[in-house]
């Protein structure tokens, strides 16, 4: 096997630019080198010395459609030819516009909360939380009420690395603790998962309803934090709460939308519909950088008037890029035209039984405590994992990219993966999990 710390074949731009590029959530000085990738198609990534891993996360829970779909590398090559951007201030294309439209159309909506119609685009996830909360903060501010700036958010809560997303985070349980002093405090709770949890969440609302523009979720599925699971009883009582106390809700849907719990957007199984959704990720079936903010028209009216102080001051360079918005473009057709979420229902299916013999196992990389499955998402949960680049090594020694975070071990491949590589995976997990 060869030394995976070590350069492959050809790499003389990865030692080169080992020397100079800051790698992500990564100690830099104990880290083993990355592996160098030269190509990826459907769920396979080719490394430099000819290995192929079966990726079990899809780049980050973005590939949905698998690598290189010739739909989305068509429209991307079309589009490039014609206009990779413009700027949107003042301009229009297509491509933007017709990603809003078709935004809007398949986005829930409920006649209390209003139809979520009005689309925001920008370049990540977490910047499009933060346009969530100045949509939220300045909906308050241009009704008149400036002192609803707060955010309710909850416990094992992860929006996002930039400083606003940050401080809506959970500064103890998270990865963020040691920018408490510099993120301005959140109001945070648990979530209300029975009837005891309610009625604190209840209480806590109306404790700080007054000081807050909204409260802010990741539906069903707290995914950075720990892949921790809440029903659709629990996003029920939030929405209840909200409308209840008049705030508004911010639903992160980042990870969660877009098919990946078996229906196009997690809030769907519990009947309810957000003021304000977030999506980013699967967007363009991971092949390029866009996220969207969407409002219902009720927060849009509150933007309305002759005065420019009402609109929103925000506008990224790359806003509306019509280069990736013609990716997702072509990833919204491939929705409509393959049978994605029978695919998440044949995954969640294959991931239920197939996790289950970790359960209890306890072995060489520790004591498993829980597992467990929503979608196309598995999850083996350890009491720790102590030596983290051995357990990601071990993996990939298996043909596998399976990238476990604090003490969880987890799955959220491409909704496209065939059963032959899914059962790689599984089996891969169950037995370097039971390992002695």
């Not at 346009?131 to 309710?152: H, S």
């Not at 990389?365 to 350890?382: H, L, P, S, T």
């Amino acid at each position: 096997m060869p030394d995976q710390t070590k350069p492959g074949p050809g790499s003389s731009w990865l030692e080169e630019g080992h020397r100079h590029i800051w790698m992500p959530y990564t100690q830099m000085q104990t880290a083993p080198a990355p592996l160098p990738v030269t190509a990826t198609q459907g769920t396979r990534i080719t490394l430099a010395d000819g290995r192929e891993l079966i990726d079990g996360v899809a780049s980050w829970w973005s590939a949905c459609h698998g690598y290189n779909h010739p739909h989305i590398r068509d429209a991307v090559e079309r589009q490039i030819k014609q206009m990779p951007h413009v700027m949107l201030a003042g301009l229009a294309n297509e491509p933007a516009f017709t990603l809003a439209s078709r935004l809007a159309a398949l986005a829930p909506g409920s006649l209390a909360q209003g139809k979520l119609e009005r689309v925001f685009f920008s370049e990540s996830g977490s910047v499009s939380v933060e346009i969530a909360m100045k949509m939220a903060a300045q909906y308050w501010l241009n009704k008149g009420q400036a002192a609803r700036t707060k955010f309710i958010c909850f416990d094992n809560a992860y929006h996002g690395d930039s400083i606003a997303t940050m401080a809506a985070g959970d500064p103890e349980d998270g990865i963020h603790g040691r920018f408490s002093g510099l993120m301005p405090g959140q109001p945070r709770i648990g979530l209300p998962r029975d009837e005891e949890s309610k009625a604190r969440f209840e209480a806590f609302i109306a404790e700080h309803a007054l000081d807050c523009a909204a409260v802010i979720l990741e539906p069903l599925v707290q995914g950075a934090g720990g892949m921790i699971f809440h029903d659709a009883d629990t996003l029920k009582a939030v929405r209840e709460t909200c409308d209840e106390h008049g705030l508004l809700l911010i639903l992160d849907e980042i990870m969660t939308g877009l098919g990946r719990l078996g229906s196009m957007f997690a809030c769907e199984q519990a009947g309810i519909a957000p003021d304000i959704m977030t999506l980013s990720k699967s967007l363009t079936g991971g092949t390029m950088p866009l996220a969207a903010t969407i409002a219902s028209g009720q927060v849009f009216d509150a933007f309305l008037g002759d005065d420019l102080d009402l609109a929103l001051m925000h506008g990224p360079t790359f806003t509306g890029n019509a280069l990736a918005c013609a990716a997702a473009n072509a990833s919204l057709d491939l929705f409509e035209s393959e049978p994605r979420l029978n695919q998440v229902a044949a995954i969640e299916k294959h991931l239920r039984p197939a996790l289950e013999p970790c359960r209890g196992v306890e072995g060489r990389w520790g004591k498993v405590c829980d597992v467990r499955v929503k979608g196309a998402i598995g999850v083996v949960e350890m009491q720790r994992i102590d030596d983290m680049n051995a357990l990601r090594a071990r993996f990939v020694e298996e043909g596998c990219w399976i990238r476990p975070f604090g003490n969880i071990v987890y799955l959220m491949p491409a909704f496209t993966i065939g059963e032959d590589d899914l059962s790689k995976l599984t089996e891969t997990i169950v037995n370097v999990i039971g390992e002695a």
